[in-house]
């Protein structure tokens, strides 16, 4: 594991200030203010991307008649995405990166082409700033599979690492088999490595996929080997409902390599080499045809000045976004509005039985934001508690206008934007321009 210290000397400083900043934490991630080199210019919402990026693993199980072994390409999509998920940054960038904490109502689109699949669409939504939730649908109509989910996180500090607890759920469902549903838990992580420049993600704990058509998988996480002395190991058992002794399969291995798995009959074969996992190309439009509300236009010049390793042209070109949406925020509770979300809805738990059933299946909370084991003592009312949900009508009726010169698709949603610009301002509202960077940080 990481032991070199990885900090540029010209950032050294400021690094220092970031690791003292750690030691007075206070919950919540984004605040922290971090030197270029640990800037990722990339938003949060992208990161619902890395749940697709394998058409054919994504694809898999709907075409997979058999319950069982359609319940096993889902354990496989589900393996098969970790690695994209939680180690490309580290692999591709050499350590993990804080990403770009993204806005209210920011969102981020695109889409995957494929000639046997045809398309696959993803849609990703900032739907809460306080505290910072995603919500995203992914989807591919041709073969009649949807993917939706939202997640946050809620951080803690250890004595060398950052505990991440990871609330919200993924849901799979497949229409050809009567909208079969699987419901998916999110593992929590910790982030290593900090001390030395150059942080990374390890996951812990455990996570469920619990479907409908009865079957449950209970993934437990181990980083340093715990299981097969490698790092990024994980250890499944899927058993059938109500029968948790029974076990049916045991996978085990790495989440980012090779995985092996093995029958009640104690007969083991190769399950997933995650490296073979082919990583399709998510296709974005020109940032120039985006809105001023999809991320990459929102924060190009964030983005650029992140390239650049520009210490102050960071913090003026992120100023410029936060104190927007403080003053929008200021103008919303003086008017007693509410941001209007573009293509989710926020569900009580009460009415959705489906997903009561899955959690208590799983043995989850249900609501509570949580995606944790019953063990942890979540407080949960089903009557209060609720979960983001994607909505298709939505969707088709709130269209993105890039072109404020088209007229023929109104999008709402700009025009509350334009409204709140216009309002009076509030006394006060760029009163508490919060000034806490550390110079040389973001
Ligand atoms: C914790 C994390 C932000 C959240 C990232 C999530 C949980 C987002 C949803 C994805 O589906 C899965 C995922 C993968 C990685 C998670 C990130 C790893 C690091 C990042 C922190 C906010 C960065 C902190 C960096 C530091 C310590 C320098 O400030």
Redesign the pocket.
């Known amino acids: 594991m990481a032991t070199e210290n990885k900090v540029p000397a010209s950032q050294s400083g400021s690094w220092t200030s970031?690791l003292k900043s750690?030691a007075s934490y206070n919950g919540d991630?984004?605040s922290?203010t971090?030197p270029p080199f640990?800037l990722s210019p990339v938003s949060?919402t992208e990161?619902?991307k890395?749940?697709a990026e394998s058409t054919s693993e994504f694809v898999a199980p709907t075409l997979e008649q058999d319950p069982e072994q359609r319940f096993l390409k889902v354990v496989r999509w589900f393996i098969g995405t970790l690695r994209e998920?939680?180690c490309s940054?580290n692999e591709k960038l050499g350590s993990?990166?804080?990403?770009l904490?993204p806005f209210l109502g920011e969102v981020f689109t695109g889409y995957w082409d494929n000639a046997e699949y045809g398309r696959t669409v993803l849609v990703s939504e900032q739907v809460s700033h306080h505290p910072p939730v995603?919500g995203y649908a992914i989807w591919n109509d041709d073969n009649k599979v949807q993917l939706q989910g939202y997640?946050g996180?809620k951080?803690s500090l250890s004595t060398s690492a950052?505990s991440?607890r990871?609330y919200g759920h993924a849901v799979l469902t497949l229409d050809s088999f009567g909208g079969e549903k699987y419901l998916i838990t999110?593992p929590a992580?910790h982030?290593e490595g900090?001390l030395f420049g150059s942080?990374y993600?390890e996951l812990e704990g455990k996570s469920f996929i619990q479907s409908t058509s009865g079957y449950k998988a209970t993934i437990e996480y181990s980083g340093k080997g715990y299981f097969s002395g490698k790092k990024n190991t994980f250890k499944a058992k899927i058993t059938p409902e109500g029968k948790p002794n029974d076990t049916l399969y045991t996978i085990s291995g790495q989440w980012s390599g090779v995985s092996k798995i093995k029958d009640a009959k104690g007969k083991s074969t190769t399950f997933l080499d995650s490296k073979d996992v082919v990583v399709n190309q998510l296709q974005v439009k020109p940032t120039e045809e985006q809105s001023e509300l999809e991320s990459r236009r929102a924060w190009a010049s964030v983005a650029d000045a992140i390239t650049q390793g520009n210490y102050e042209l960071i913090h003026q070109e992120k100023s410029k976004l936060e104190v927007e949406q403080r003053v929008f925020r200021k103008r919303e509770e003086r008017d007693g509005k509410t941001w209007p979300r573009r293509w989710f809805a926020q569900t009580l738990v009460k009415d959705e039985p489906w997903y009561e059933q899955l959690s208590e299946k799983a043995g989850v909370v249900a609501g509570a934001s949580a995606s944790s084991s019953s063990s942890n003592a979540v407080k949960a009312d089903r009557n209060t508690d609720t979960n983001w949900r994607f909505d298709r009508t939505l969707y088709e009726q709130n269209v993105i206008k890039a072109d404020k010169n088209d007229t023929s698709k109104p999008d709402e949603i700009f025009n509350y934007v334009v409204e709140l610009r216009n309002e009076d301002p509030v006394a006060g509202e760029l009163d508490d321009d919060k000034g806490s960077l550390v110079p040389g940080t973001a």
């Open positions: 970031f750690i991630l984004a922290l971090a640990i949060l990161y619902s890395f749940w998920q939680y940054r993990e990166k804080k990403p904490n995603t997640n996180i951080a950052i991440v990871q999110l992580l982030i900090i942080p993600v």
